[in-house]
T-cell receptor, first 113, second 113 residues
Framework: DSGVTQTPKHLITATGQRVTLRCSPR?????VYWYQQSLDQGLQFLIQ???????AKGNILERFSAQQFPDLHSELNLSSLELGDSALYFC????????????FGPGTRLTVL | GESVGLHLPTLSVQEGDNSIINCAYS??????FIWYKQESGKGPQFIID?????DKRQGQRVTVLLNKTVKHLSLQIAATQPGDSAVYFC????????????FGPGTSLSVIP
């Protein structure tokens, strides 16, 4: 158990809908990272927050957004969902920003029908 | 664009033998590399990392070798056990963005009892 929690574990929704994925980092960790893992794209970095502020951005679509709250939990919002958004979404946390070991949560499996 | 890739998508080894998983990278500016293990149904788990000022780093039963001349790194697992069966990812950290990690496509390791 990495200490990172993600909810929900599974999510099934329809195209065009909007969903919110939630992540609670390990106790004391200030950085939160979001990744998307799909069969054709592999594991892709989406975005990182550090102590409430956006710090790095990767291949995140404009339909997706994220935020980190004062209690350091983070939410990833996916809107106008398409079939291709079906994937595993992982959250990871690290104590600091930069080259600090990232601890991954168990993931949220999103299925868009 | 530049990316991290793996030579072998699948690898089968006999229990007790040593495993070698290879990874090629193309971004000469990358100076930090990480190996992750992902078991079925779980998030990636940090195994070991290495910085570009090193050629070799050892952990418990694992060794990472870095050859900057040919942009290649490998993960060696000694006395492979059934619990080592998983997908292994190499990842690189760009020097221009300390927080963005780029993952390779992964190699599936299967240990034969």
């Amino acid at each position: 158990d990495s200490g990172v929690t993600q909810t929900p574990k599974h999510l099934i929704t329809a195209t065009g809908q909007r969903v919110t994925l939630r992540c609670s980092p390990r106790s004391g960790d200030l950085s939160v990272y979001w990744y998307q893992q799909s069969l054709d794209q592999g594991l892709q970095f989406l975005i990182q927050y550090y102590n409430g502020e956006e710090r790095a951005k990767g291949n995140i679509l404009e339909r997706f957004s994220a935020q980190q709250f004062p209690d350091l939990h983070s939410e990833l919002n996916l809107s106008s969902l398409e079939l291709g958004d079906s994937a595993l979404y992982f959250c990871a946390s690290s104590a600091l920003a930069g080259r600090d070991t990232q601890y991954f949560g168990p993931g949220t499996r999103l299925t868009v029908l | 664009g530049e990316s991290v890739g793996l030579h072998l998508p699948t690898l089968s080894v006999q229990e007790g033998d040593n495993s070698i998983i290879n990874c090629a990278y193309s971004n000469s500016a990358s100076d930090y590399f990480i190996w992750y293990k992902q078991e079925s149904g779980k998030g990636p788990q940090f195994i070991i990392d290495i910085r570009s000022n090193m050629d070799k780093r050892q952990g418990q039963r694992v060794t990472v070798l870095l050859n900057k001349t040919v942009k290649h790194l490998s993960l060696q697992i000694a006395a492979t056990q059934p619990g080592d069966s998983a997908v292994y990812f190499c990842a690189e950290n760009e020097v221009t963005s300390y927080d963005k990690v780029i993952f390779g496509p992964g190699t599936s390791l299967s240990v034969i009892p």
